[in-house]
């Protein structure tokens, strides 16, 4: 756990946490915490014990807003994806008039990357730092979705030119992460709305208005993943009807290969029969005779298919 006083985007360690109860004369505490920590952190700081028990056992928390007296809980979920599965964290924040605790289960790129932007815009309130925080993380959605994108589009082209039995797997195991991704979208969503939209006191009336915009872009995410959700649907067409079009190609060449061989076969079995009054059976040439006119045969039909386009 670390605690921090935050001034002007400057940031100064604290060693003892009992300092952070007491409002500074001039910025804020930031506590970066992982759930261990909260033990301590709930009689310091009073946090209620119900925000308390959701980060503590739940790993895949739903985005919600919860409003106590001294403070409020927030959660939101950080995005990551590694072109195999699409991983959310959830982000979980209390946040009082002097003070912002960030709790998390594993490390989350957006608390880790925050500073700069702090020092830069001179953050000088925990409401502020939450605006900042919340921004970073609905912008990373845009960065994924640009990935997921991408992995699509890739995923089809491949379908296209070589489809394999791996990329059916490929392509539910995507949808599937889409779909419940999509299902977090929406409360996260409705989070960042009443951040711009409710009665908040312990937000600044003129930094709740900034909170619309991130509320657009959380709605154009939402429909963003919308869109991937169909794009998959397409895709796993796209798979069945390459399939189709690869068994009738097959189809195709060994109806073709049987059409070739089939005069040879009647001529070899007319032939083959064994009558004694068959006067070409007596040719010292009819071997080589019929060895041409079945190769004749096969080649003539062979240049036909190919004029048709069959090979």
Do not use: C
């Not at 007491?22 to 009073?46: C, K």
């Not at 419940?180 to 409705?190: A, C, E, F, I, N």
């Not at 154009?220 to 895709?235: H, P, V």
């Not at 071997?287 to 090979?311: E, H, N, P, Q, R």
């Amino acid at each position: 756990m670390k605690v921090r006083l935050v001034q002007n985007g400057l940031f100064t360690p604290v060693e003892d946490i009992a300092a952070a109860l007491v409002p500074p004369a001039n910025g804020f505490y930031w506590i970066d915490a992982s759930v261990e920590d909260l033990e301590m952190l709930q009689p310091l700081f009073q946090l209620h014990d119900l925000a308390v028990e959701d980060s503590l056992t739940e790993e895949e928390q739903r985005p919600k807003i919860e409003l106590y007296d001294t403070h409020y809980f927030i959660v939101i979920n950080s995005i990551r994806f590694d072109d195999e599965e699409i991983f959310l964290r959830a982000l979980n924040i209390f946040l009082f008039k002097h003070a912002i605790i960030t709790v998390t289960r594993q490390k989350i790129n957006e608390i880790r990357s925050i500073k700069p932007v702090l020092w830069e815009e001179e953050v000088n309130s925990a409401d502020r730092f939450l605006y900042h925080l919340v921004d970073m993380v609905v912008d990373n959605y845009f960065i994924v979705g640009d990935r997921i994108e991408a992995k699509i589009e890739s995923l089809e082209e491949d379908i296209l030119m070589h489809t394999k039995k791996s990329h059916l797997n490929e392509i539910i195991g995507l949808r599937s992460e889409i779909l419940w991704l999509k299902k977090m979208l929406v409360p996260q969503r409705d989070v960042i709305w009443a951040l711009n939209k409710k009665e908040l006191r312990l937000i600044d009336d003129q930094l709740q208005k900034y909170f619309g915009d991130i509320h657009e872009n959380a709605v154009k995410i939402t429909e963003t993943f919308e869109t991937f959700r169909d794009l998959m649907g397409n895709l796993r067409e796209a798979y069945q009807s390459s399939l189709s079009n690869r068994a009738n190609e097959i189809m195709r060449i060994f109806t073709a290969l049987t059409t070739i061989f089939m005069p040879m076969t009647i001529i070899t079995g007319i032939y083959g029969m064994n009558f004694d009054y068959m006067p070409e059976l007596k040719s010292p040439h009819g071997y080589y005779l019929i060895l041409g006119i079945m190769l004749a045969v096969g080649l003539s039909m062979t240049i036909f298919f190919k004029k048709k386009d069959w090979f």
